[in-house]
């Protein structure tokens, strides 16, 4: 897959079942991306790993292109997502943003999916959100 970043662990982006696609988490990491970039939009980080400049707004964008990309290659699309969990580190400070970004993208989109968003204390890498998604495939 080269439109979506490579896992950090070993397990694969996707995987089908049925009649239904399941989506790893999906972090906003861009394609491409490796150790020694953290490939992030809107993140830059210190050489203590401190943040130097942070958009959250960047990596929602980012994470919605990533199962974007994921759903294309595994013959799905965003308008069949069936559920969608969210796991935010800062709830407090991103749940609005999040959640007005995410209305602009399912706007359109009948029926929409479910979701549910978690508040987490970390993830295994310096992002601020990540996602985990089913949808139906053709």
């Known amino acids: ?4 970043p490579k896992p950090v662990g070993l397990y694969p982006l996707a995987r089908k079942a049925g009649s239904l ?12 991306s490796d150790a020694n970039d953290s490939g992030v939009p809107g993140l830059s980080l210190d050489h203590n790993g401190n943040f130097k400049e942070f958009d959250f707004e960047a ?5 919605f292109a990533n199962v974007k990309a994921i ?18 580190v800062d709830m407090k400070r991103d749940f609005p ?27 295994p890498t310096p992002i601020a ?3 985990k998604c089913i949808a139906e495939f053709n």
Not at 21 to 29: A, W
Not at 59 to 63: E, G, L
Not at 78 to 88: A, E, P, R, T
Not at 98 to 120: G, L, M, V
């Open 1 to 4: 897959m080269n439109k979506a």
């Open 21 to 32: 696609l399941f989506l790893s988490g999906v972090g906003p990491r861009l394609a491409g």
């Open 59 to 63: 990596q929602v964008h980012s994470v």
């Open 71 to 88: 759903l294309d290659e595994h013959g799905s699309s965003w308008d069949k997502l069936v559920d969608v969990q969210v796991f935010l």
């Open 97 to 123: 943003t999040f959640n007005r970004i995410y209305a602009d993208y399912f706007r359109d989109i009948e029926p929409k999916p479910c979701r549910t968003t978690i508040a987490i204390t970390a993830l």
């Open 129 to 131: 959100i990540e996602l």
